[in-house]
């Protein structure tokens, strides 16, 4: 069975661009969630979706927004971009609540 | 105090070691627990997931829960130094929020 699948890998933008993230879950898991890790603050949950809806939403700016599709692939948004948005992004997928994450190998976005 | 509270480390240990990696967690309400592992510059890869107190173990792997405690630990029997990684405890907080909440890490150096 293939595995969280995001795309682009790495990206470089300049601060007031946006960008755009993609997350393919595994096939079967109908919750895709978002985290942003940073060196200095470790995994922080941006949202999760299930049935191409928003149950939550983490402590992030309305610059930071995304979307689910019927198939249960994911897109995150970041507009307006800072130096601080600087991150690795990690899509992860699962069968619901109580189970646990599986993490895609991330996007690395770098702002200059 | 932070929701989920891991020793940043590192811990070293000598190869064939017992290393014993804790966490603490602050919502009473949470029902499932989680150990990932990271590799430098790689996305988290999933461990254990544990739902009740006790042990379960899977392998070199023990993990421990203690509910009344409000700790989770993970036991990594004859360590090898592949095993050198950051090891993240992650908690649902079972208040149907949908979200798991990550440690900042216990980063583990395994000692050839």
């Known amino acids: 069975k293939a595995g969280v699948t995001q795309t682009p890998r790495y990206l470089i933008k300049t601060r007031g661009q946006q960008v755009t993230l993609s997350c393919s879950p595994i096939?079967?898991?109908?919750?895709v969630s978002w985290y942003q890790q940073t060196p200095g603050q470790g995994l922080q949950f941006l949202f999760e979706y299930f049935s191409e809806t928003q149950r939550n939403k983490g402590n992030f700016p309305g610059r930071f927004s995304g979307r689910q599709f019927s198939n249960s692939r994911s897109e995150m948004n970041v507009s307006t971009l800072e130096l601080g948005d600087s991150a690795l992004y990690l899509c992860a997928s699962s069968l619901g609540e109580n189970s646990p994450l599986h993490f895609g190998n991330g996007t690395r976005l770098t702002v200059t | 105090q932070k929701e989920v509270e891991q020793n940043s480390g590192p811990l070293s240990v000598p190869e064939g070691a017992i290393a014993s990696l804790n966490c603490t967690y602050s919502d009473r309400g949470s029902q499932s627990f989680f150990w990932y592992r990271q590799y430098s510059g790689k996305s988290p890869e999933l461990i254990m997931s544990i739902y009740s107190n006790g042990d379960k173990e899977d392998g070199r792997f023990t993990a421990q829960l203690n509910k009344a405690s409000q700790y989770v630990s993970l036991l990594i029997r004859d360590s090898q130094p592949s095993d050198s990684a950051t090891y993240l405890c992650?908690?649902?907080?079972?208040?149907?929020?949908?979200?798991?909440?990550f440690g900042s890490g216990t980063r583990l150096l395994v000692r050839p």
């Open positions: 096939s079967g898991h109908r919750s």
């Open positions: 992650a908690v649902n907080k079972g208040d149907s929020s949908y979200k798991l909440i």
